[in-house]
């Protein structure tokens, strides 16, 4: 590719999604140009990203005049297009291999991300400044379940890091901004450290600290 990239993200950096699929572009090795929509300021609604993408989320990915959004589907979109043959180990072609990152893709998608955004998003939009109790057994039951995803393997999807990780990694670091305990979990603790490898680590992990920020300036007391 051009050192003048084709492929644009439109990426808001307190995301725990599109920071996903910038890790995982990172992870790739794909440049992009990054167009960031601020969501606190509502960008996403301005008339010319509706035109892009009208359901008004991000991440966006305009790869050359191919828009699609929904981080995990950026991301398998990028490693298919622009992962090296010779290494496939982010997005395996064998098909069992891919069938096991897909479901973890899946699961933090329907289940651990979904459990993050409904404890932070009423705090930051909805005025709520504590979490409910049941809310923190939701989040709580899913990490039970990567915990036991990570008991064989180093990584969430095995022994090879994957987008499953940038994706998962990702979501779970911003409600580790926020300050949740996970002392509880040693496998995931074990995990955490290992993805600091990850390249784009360092970038993600300023935007999760702005997501924590944010989420914690209206909380009444801190996580306990």
């Known amino acids: 590719m051009s050192s003048e990239s084709a492929v644009k993200l439109y990426h808001f950096p307190a995301s725990g999604p599109s920071r996903g699929a910038l890790l995982a572009a990172r992870a790739i090795g794909v440049p992009v140009q990054i167009q960031t929509v601020n969501l606190f300021q509502k960008e996403q609604l301005k008339e010319d990203f509706l035109k892009i993408n009208p359901q008004h989320c991000v991440p966006t990915l305009d790869d050359d005049g191919f828009v699609i959004w929904e981080s995990r589907a950026i991301a398998c979109y990028l490693a298919d297009k622009y992962g090296q043959d010779e290494d496939d180990t982010l997005y395996p072609k064998d098909l069992k291999q891919r069938a096991v990152v ?19 998003f009423p705090i930051l939009f909805l005025g709520e400044t504590e979490i409910k109790e049941s809310l923190k057994k939701d989040l709580n039951s899913a990490l039970e379940f990567l915990n036991e995803f990570l008991e064989t393997g180093k990584w969430v999807a ?51 600290k702005q997501f924590g920020e944010a989420v914690k300036k209206n909380l009444k007391t801190n996580i306990k």
Do not use: M
């Open 102 to 120: 897909n479901q973890r893709l899946y699961f933090d998608a329907s289940s651990l991300y979904v459990k993050i955004r409904a404890i932070c």
């Open 158 to 208: 095995g022994h090879s890091l994957t987008i499953a990780d940038t994706s998962i990694y990702a979501s779970l670091s911003s409600i580790l901004a926020v300050g949740w305990d996970i002392s509880s979990f040693p496998n995931i603790q074990r995990w955490i450290k290992g993805c600091a490898t990850i390249p784009g680590y360092a970038e993600n992990e300023e935007g999760a």
